[in-house]
């Protein structure tokens, strides 16, 4: 796994990735989106982090700098379509015959 430390990371309020999430507002966010922003990012942007010890880190500045980076970030696509599959209406189980 490739960590991002930008200069400086060491010199913020530090706190583990457990408690990362604590910070995103209005209710958080779990240790799996923390671990996906790390990994993937959005949009380009990936949250910086360290490693000391066994334990991973980010800051409380490197959340915000998160936040705000992908905020502004112009979207690539208009926005997907997330109404799923269209469905079809549903057919007879049998058709009528036609009385002559």
Not at 26 to 31: E, F
Not at 55 to 78: D, G, I
Request: charged share 25%; aromatic share 4%.
């Amino acid at each position: 796994m490739v960590m991002s430390l930008t200069p400086g990371l060491l010199n913020e309020k530090l706190v583990k990735l457990a408690d990362a999430g604590r910070l995103v507002p209005p209710n958080g966010v779990s240790l799996l989106t923390v671990e996906r922003w790390i990994r993937q990012g959005v949009d380009g942007v990936k949250l910086e982090v360290c490693r000391i010890g066994g334990t991973r880190h980010t800051s409380e500045e490197a959340v915000q700098r998160f936040l705000e980076a992908m905020n502004q970030t112009p979207p690539e696509a208009a926005p997907a379509d997330l109404s799923g599959p269209k469905r079809q209406g549903r057919k007879p189980m049998y058709q009528k015959s036609e009385e002559v």
